[in-house]
């Protein structure tokens, strides 16, 4: 069985949401974000997570599977995401 490690992420504000997990994924398996093999569009439309948080005024979380990962995005009251990826490989 594979161990599963965690990782957190937190954007800041100009960045877009989809970037952000993007950054994320490659940060947690020790790649190189332009070098990974992985596109965030083959699992996911980019321009609707991007816009669950525009806002920044919702309490939500969201949760996908991609890449090996399992990427959890919880925004607190004011709509501030954080990222949890929760790498299987």
Known sequence: MRNTQE???EPDETEQLSTAVVTAVAQAHDEDV???EWLISDDINTDALDGLF???NLDMTIQFEADGTTA???ADRDGNP???IESHR
Do not use: A, D
Request: hydrophobic share 35%.
């Open 7 to 9: 990782f957190y992420y």
């Open 34 to 36: 332009l070098e990974q």
């Open 54 to 56: 525009q806002e920044r």
């Open 82 to 84: 954080r990222i949890k």
């Open 72 to 74: 959890t995005i919880i």
